[in-house]
């Protein structure tokens, strides 16, 4: 069975950088794609990216600029790094595995709270 462990969100001030983490156990990961998705408070989960097996990524536009995703295939982890955070950015972020660098797997994370503050 396919869990996945997400780590790295806490409070951070406006401007400030986050790095999350995804780790993957129970498969295999190289061959597989894997995003990140974030909710806020009161709106519906939203895409922020992903990356397939072989390295494409698929950006959300509205919030391409500021998210920078990454996989290392050696670790079975997945990164979302996060410059410049705003207080809009606060929210669940949560990781995604299977599926397409265009399309959500069925496997998700328990997610990481994501704080920024003004």
């Known amino acids: 069975q396919v869990q996945l462990v997400e780590s790295g969100g806490g409070l951070v001030q406006a401007g400030g950088s986050l790095r999350l983490s995804c780790v993957v156990f129970?498969?295999?990961?190289?061959?597989?794609?894997v995003g990140w998705y974030r909710q806020a408070p009161g709106k519906k989960r939203e895409l922020v990216a992903r990356i397939g097996s072989g390295g494409i990524t698929h950006s959300s536009d509205a919030l391409k600029g500021r998210f920078t995703i990454s996989r290392d295939d050696n670790k079975s982890t997945a990164y979302l790094q996060i410059h410049d955070l705003k207080p809009e950015d606060t929210g669940v972020y949560y990781c995604?595995?299977?599926?397409?660098?265009?399309?959500?797997?069925?496997?998700w994370g328990q997610g990481t709270q994501v704080t920024v503050s003004s």
């Open positions: 129970g498969s295999i990961f190289s061959s597989n794609a």
């Open positions: 995604n595995y299977g599926g397409t660098p265009f399309y959500a797997g069925t496997s």
